[in-house]
């Protein structure tokens, strides 16, 4: 089992960069699949950025894509997740999740069985 701890979020201006962080707990990172997803109150949770085989496989919602990075850190054990050229629609509760299995369905909820608690991005126009 792994726990998970998002970090980085705040208030931010548009056009402005943040740096979320995933620490993990319990086991290291690089023996799940990891993804980003973000819910806006009133809205289903969307997937925003995941990653497999410890890196080696990335992949962007088309709503980020361009302007995100999601990268491992195998020593720190934490996952993090880059945005820049922020935009009011960009505002969310950003979550951290883990699965057990590399191969399934990245942007679906239910392949995810570890989830973080949240962490808030607001982006000011």
């Known amino acids: 089992q792994v726990q998970l701890r998002e970090s980085g979020g705040g208030l931010v201006q548009a056009g402005g960069s943040l740096r979320l962080s995933c620490a993990a707990s319990?086991?290291?990172?690089?023996?799940?699949?990891v993804g980003w997803f973000r819910h806006v109150p009133g809205k289903d949770r969307e997937f925003v950025a995941g990653?497999?085989?410890?890196?080696?496989?990335?992949l962007y919602s088309d709503s980020v894509e361009g302007r995100s990075t999601i990268s491992i850190d195998n020593a720190e054990n934490t996952v993090y997740l880059e945005m820049s050229s922020l935009k009011p629609e960009d505002t969310a509760i950003y979550y951290c999740?883990?699965?057990?299995?590399?191969?399934?369905?990245?942007?679906?909820?239910?392949?995810?069985?570890?989830w973080g608690q949240g962490t808030q991005v607001t982006v000011s126009s």
């Open positions: 999740a883990a699965a057990e299995s590399q191969v399934g369905d990245p942007i679906q909820e239910l392949s995810y069985d570890y």
């Open positions: 319990g086991r290291p990172f690089s023996n799940y699949a």
């Open positions: 990653l497999r085989l410890s890196g080696m496989i990335t």
